[in-house]
């Protein structure tokens, strides 16, 4: 009995895993599909996020069966409770990501994003792929360092946030309201994404440690950093 709880406890972890492959997944080939007008591709983005959904949900119906059945106490309790918070991030970066692809059928066949901001978006969604990248990571190795490094590598993601915004509020900009509009949206999908893919590695850390990350101090440099031309992974 107690193998196969163990087993299932896996399993879970197993969902988390491959909830954080799709999203991320998602986020890259929703980043093409606006920046290419690639309505096929958009599509796909948007159907295949049903999928996201209903691993989440079969996650929660597993741990919520596990709770019932198993009462789990001290560490094993806080793998049920925080898989579950993590599932709900990881949902609703699927959700972000369908958001984008969302945007390019709006605006089919025109392309949302004007050319001279093709690059800084295209690098916002590479960094987003590999915030969750290391995410996923993190949901595997259990690594706490790694774990705390997402928030400071989350620092190049906001400063993509306010690039964009610097070019909205340039005197220059030539692409009307309802441009801007959708500029200003998708760079918040991203910059809610890249939170998303924070908090997931932060409730690695409580479930490894049983603190919450914030009460930590690393002392760490960040891997993943916002410089024009750096190639995304």
């Not at 806080?78 to 609703?92: F, G, H, K, N, P």
């Not at 709006?106 to 901001?117: C, N, W």
């Not at 200003?184 to 939170?195: I, K």
């Amino acid at each position: 009995m107690r193998d196969a709880y163990h087993e299932e406890l896996d399993s879970i972890g197993d969902s988390l895993v491959e909830m954080a492959r799709m999203v991320g997944s998602a986020i890259g080939r929703a980043t093409t599909a606006i920046l290419d007008s690639d309505l096929k591709l958009a599509e796909s983005v948007i159907e295949a996020d049903q999928k996201v959904d209903d691993l989440q949900h079969d996650l929660e119906a597993r741990a919520i069966a596990l709770l019932a059945r198993q009462q789990p106490v001290a560490t094993d309790l806080r793998i049920v409770v925080t898989s579950l918070r993590m599932s709900a991030d990881l949902e609703r970066s699927g959700d972000l990501a369908q958001h984008v692809a969302k945007l390019t059928r709006l605006r089919y066949p025109s392309r949302a994003i004007p050319q001279d901001l093709h690059a800084t978006i295209l690098e916002m969604g590479q960094l987003a792929q590999r915030l969750m990248a290391k995410a996923a990571e993190v949901i595997v190795t259990k690594d706490v360092d790694l774990a705390l490094q997402l928030e400071q590598d989350d620092d190049a993601m906001d400063l993509l946030h306010r690039t964009l915004f610097q070019h909205l509020m340039d005197e220059r900009w030539k692409h009307g309201i309802e441009t801007a509009v959708d500029v200003t949206l998708l760079g918040r999908y991203y910059e809610r994404y890249a939170d998303h893919a924070v908090a997931v590695a932060k409730r690695v850390v409580y479930l490894v440690t049983g603190e919450h990350a914030d009460e930590l101090q690393p002392d760490i440099k960040p891997e993943i950093q916002a410089v024009p031309g750096v190639e995304g992974a």
